[in-house]
């Protein structure tokens, strides 16, 4: 009997990959965002409106994560960004070596911010180092209360939290207490943001901590 | 959810590794995952049942050892677990500045066979 030790991590290839991703983010000063939630909670139209808002401000590129459409990259192309469609037909969530290969297509270098919206999923994502600079959840009003403490890795890795649908807060249960509390507890440094994705509510404040991102990461 | 493909590529590790040992019949493969890492025992152990079809692993069982979230507060140095609550703030001196030392373990510690 042989007994052969391996301490083998094993996402490593992707370790290895996302950090070369974070090295080129790096070398061509542009900030990364990795923006992750539930399918439905309003990733694609907080982006929109993001972009509406930004755009003339920032040159903004976005990485479109889905499993077969292209109905989100659609929209947002339609904002006059750079937009580069990933379909991981049926995997669960974007790796970084799916990310790294889209770079021959998308002028890193004349962007100041590129997005990369994740497949719609609060659990595999959270594993995946992309290496974007920052992991920002997105979390809707109509969801429910239960999220953070049910998917405690993608919020403890978020730098700033979007709760979105407030508009639709008076006709929801969703207490915002609870889930600032449960944040605080989970991830106590993490910014939360009042948005609606439909009412553009809360998207200043939003964009406003991105830009002092992007510039942070230029200095 | 992604626990078939995390599994298929820890197959693909360890028979890289057979090879090199000259190990042709692999009879224990030991994983450690930590209890914040999105991977679940359960569905890590049907998929290894559901993948382990040749000659190398067939005979194999699957040990998974599981570590607590243990976290280290960054101002008054002390070690404690977290919970189900996932409260992520220093029992001692209530610091929030904590650093997680265990719980994110996703790795082969070692395999036996002949």
Same mark, same amino acid.
């Given at each position: 009997?042989?007994?052969?030790?391996?301490?083998?991590?094993?996402?490593?290839?992707?370790?290895?990959?996302?950090?070369?991703?974070? @090295?080129?983010? /790096?070398?061509?000063?542009?900030?990364?965002?990795?923006?992750? *939630? /539930?399918?439905?909670?309003?990733?694609?139209?907080?982006?929109?409106?993001?972009?509406?808002?930004? @755009?003339?401000?920032?040159?903004?590129?976005?990485?479109?994560?889905?499993?077969?459409?292209?109905?989100?990259?659609?929209?947002?192309?339609?904002?006059?960004?750079?937009?580069?469609?990933?379909?991981?037909?049926?995997?669960?969530?974007?790796?970084?070596?799916?990310?790294?290969?889209?770079?021959?297509?998308?002028?890193? @270098?004349?962007?100041?911010?590129?997005?990369?919206?994740?497949?719609?999923?609060?659990?595999?994502?959270?594993?995946?180092?992309?290496?974007?600079?920052?992991?920002?959840?997105?979390? *809707?009003?109509?969801?429910?209360?239960?999220?953070?403490?049910?998917?405690?890795?993608?919020?403890?890795?978020?730098?700033?939290?979007?709760?979105?649908?407030?508009?639709?807060?008076?006709?929801?249960?969703? /207490?915002?207490?609870?889930?600032?509390?449960?944040?605080?507890?989970?991830?106590? *440094?993490?910014?939360?943001?009042?948005? *609606?994705?439909?009412?553009?509510?809360?998207? @200043?404040?939003?964009?406003?901590?991105?830009?002092?991102?992007?510039?942070?990461?230029?200095? | 959810?992604?626990?078939?493909?995390?599994?298929?590529?820890?197959?693909?590790?360890?028979?890289?590794?057979?090879?090199?040992?000259?190990?042709?019949?692999?009879?224990?493969?030991? =994983?450690?995952?930590?209890?914040?890492?999105?991977?679940?025992?359960?569905?890590?152990?049907?998929? +290894?049942?559901?993948?382990?079809?040749?000659? =190398?692993?067939?005979?194999?069982?699957?040990?998974?050892?599981?570590?607590?979230?243990?976290? =280290?507060?960054?101002?008054?140095?002390?070690?404690?677990?977290?919970?189900?609550?996932?409260? +992520?703030?220093?029992?001692?001196?209530?610091?929030?500045?904590?650093?997680?030392?265990?719980?994110?373990?996703?790795?082969?510690?070692? +395999?036996?066979?002949?």
């Amino acid at each position: 009997m042989v007994q052969v030790r391996m301490e083998s991590n094993i996402l490593g290839a992707n370790e290895l990959m996302a950090r070369k991703n974070r @090295n080129i983010f /790096s070398r061509e000063g542009v900030l990364a965002v990795n923006l992750m *939630s /539930s399918p439905g909670s309003g990733k694609t139209t907080i982006l929109e409106k993001t972009i509406e808002s930004l @755009n003339g401000k920032i040159k903004i590129g976005v990485i479109e994560g889905d499993l077969y459409t292209d109905q989100d990259a659609k929209r947002i192309e339609q904002k006059g960004v750079h937009v580069i469609q990933i379909n991981t037909e049926g995997t669960c969530h974007l790796d970084a070596g799916m990310v790294g290969k889209t770079f021959e297509q998308i002028p890193l @270098n004349e962007l100041d911010i590129v997005f990369i919206e994740n497949v719609g999923n609060l659990v595999c994502p959270a594993e995946f180092d992309l290496g974007e600079d920052l992991k920002v959840v997105v979390i *809707s009003t109509a969801e429910g209360n239960d999220k953070p403490l049910k998917y405690p890795l993608i919020f403890r890795e978020a730098k700033a939290v979007l709760v979105n649908k407030i508009d639709l807060l008076p006709y929801t249960d969703f /207490s915002l207490e609870k889930i600032k509390e449960d944040i605080a507890g989970i991830n106590p *440094s993490a910014e939360i943001f009042l948005v *609606s994705g439909r009412t553009g509510q809360g998207i @200043n404040e939003w964009n406003q901590w991105l830009l002092e991102e992007v510039k942070n990461k230029k200095s | 959810m992604h626990e078939f493909s995390l599994m298929s590529s820890m197959m693909d590790t360890v028979r890289e590794s057979a090879v090199q040992n000259n190990i042709m019949q692999v009879e224990k493969i030991k =994983l450690v995952i930590g209890k914040l890492s999105m991977a679940l025992p359960d569905s890590l152990q049907f998929a +290894f049942e559901a993948l382990k079809k040749d000659e =190398l692993f067939q005979e194999a069982v699957l040990e998974i050892e599981e570590k607590e979230i243990t976290c =280290l507060c960054s101002n008054c140095q002390q070690s404690f677990m977290v919970n189900k609550n996932y409260y +992520f703030v220093c029992p001692e001196c209530a610091s929030n500045k904590v650093e997680i030392i265990g719980g994110r373990e996703l790795y082969i510690d070692f +395999f036996e066979g002949e």
